[in-house]
């Protein structure tokens, strides 16, 4: 399916309304996650229109301010612990409610991996994997370790999928900062796909 039957509108269109909803650099590393999205997606055969249109999205709601989550938590009846949280949770377990809102995106499976973008989840389908991991390995990211987990999306995107939750575990006690349960879930579903010399 096209972007356009996605959505009712065009590509063209839909970048009018991201351009409007956020700064040029968000938009950049949007449009690199869509390339790399898809370009996964040919290499383990997903939609790759699919694929390419939840990594356009998939970092829409960043930009959103607190109060637009808390609303949503209250309006959804979400757990009142979301609310503990903060922007890098929300924008990715929430923003598919924003999305589809705004964007009137309905398709369940896209909408799906924009919400396990940043934290994953235990049992992800090979479309959350694939939105998950060019997040992290696009080409304009520039981190250590972010060669190693484009060599591993190479070879299997589980080993992709536990290198960078490992990777953002340890990122996140260095900093002291808390871990959302679903990372660890996601930690634990994947880690037996760690290749012992990863690191
Ligand atoms: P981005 O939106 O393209 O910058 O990437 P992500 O959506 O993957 O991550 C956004 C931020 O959330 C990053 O700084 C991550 O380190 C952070 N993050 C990822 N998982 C967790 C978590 O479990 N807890 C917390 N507190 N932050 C997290
Ligand atoms: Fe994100
Ligand atoms: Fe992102």
Redo the contacts with the bound molecule.
């Keep these: 399916m096209t972007y356009e039957a996605y959505l009712g509108y065009d590509r063209a269109q839909l970048l009018e309304k991201l351009q409007a909803k956020v700064s040029s650099k968000r938009l950049a ?1 949007m449009l690199a ?1 869509e390339e790399t999205s898809k370009r996964l997606a040919r290499q383990y055969g997903v939609d790759s229109e699919k694929a390419g249109l939840a990594g356009l999205l ?2 829409y709601a ?1 930009e959103c301010p607190d109060q637009v989550f808390l609303d949503i938590i209250d309006r959804e009846g979400l757990d009142q612990d979301l609310k503990n ?2 922007n ?2 929300w ?2 377990l929430l923003g598919g409610y924003v999305i589809a809102a705004e964007l009137g995106v309905t398709d369940q499976e896209i909408l799906t991996s924009i919400a396990r ?3 994953g989840a235990a049992g992800m389908s090979q479309l959350d994997k694939i939105v ?1 991991v060019a ?2 390995i696009e080409p304009t990211r520039n981190f250590p370790g972010v060669e190693v987990a484009r060599l591993l999306a190479d070879q299997s995107l589980e080993s992709a999928v536990a290198y960078e939750t490992a990777k ?2 340890a ?2 006690t260095q900093k002291g ?4 349960p ?2 660890l879930a996601t930690y634990n579903a994947y880690c037996p796909y760690l290749p012992t010399d990863a690191y």
């Design positions: 590393h996650v998939h970092d960043k949280w903060g890098n949770v924008h990715g973008h940043t934290v998950y997040d992290y953002t575990i990122y996140l900062l808390p871990i959302y679903e990372t």
